[in-house]
């Protein structure tokens, strides 16, 4: 089973994805959702399949039915995609400033590699934290 990364980007009201690094060809699309992204390149990848038949070998070769995706979201992308996450409570476990990681969830300022490594650690932690949870309820 192949696994290629896409990059997900927010734009005005839409997500945008691409395949980069695979010589001849590069993938680009929208939705309004990752998964509707995800669909639209597949059907990408057999378009070019049926009517490129002396393209480029890797595109060729993928088998469309077992393909998988890592998603690479911009700041943006994620926080419209998981907006169910409080970007003020990251930056805080983060050690960021609350207004500067708004800033970036709205597009309206990007940040440098290390603070979006910073925001990728804690919000990979907060997940392994949230796996240990356990609720109550009365039966």
């Known amino acids: 089973m192949k696994t290629l ?3 997900i980007e927010k734009s005005d009201n839409d997500l945008y994805g691409r395949i980069e690094g695979h010589k001849s060809y590069l993938p680009v699309t929208f939705g309004n959702s990752t998964k509707e ?6 059907e990408l990848i057999k378009d070019y399949q049926k ?3 002396n393209g480029d070998g890797f595109w060729l070769k993928l088998d469309t039915k077992n ?4 998603m690479v979201y911009d700041l943006q992308a994620f926080f419209s995609e998981y907006d169910f996450l409080n970007a003020s ?4 476990h983060a050690n960021l400033n609350e ?5 970036y969830a709205t597009g309206k ?5 290390e603070q979006a490594k910073k925001l990728e650690d804690v919000i990979h932690n907060l997940t392994k934290d949230l796996q240990k949870v356990s609720l109550y309820a009365e039966a």
């Open 51 to 53: 009517h490129e038949k």
């Open 37 to 42: 992204v995800l669909q639209n390149l597949k």
């Open 89 to 92: 409570a990251i930056a805080r």
């Open 5 to 7: 990364q896409v990059i």
């Open 67 to 70: 393909l998988q995706f890592e």
């Open 109 to 113: 300022k990007y940040p440098s590699i």
């Open 99 to 103: 207004s500067l990681v708004r800033q």
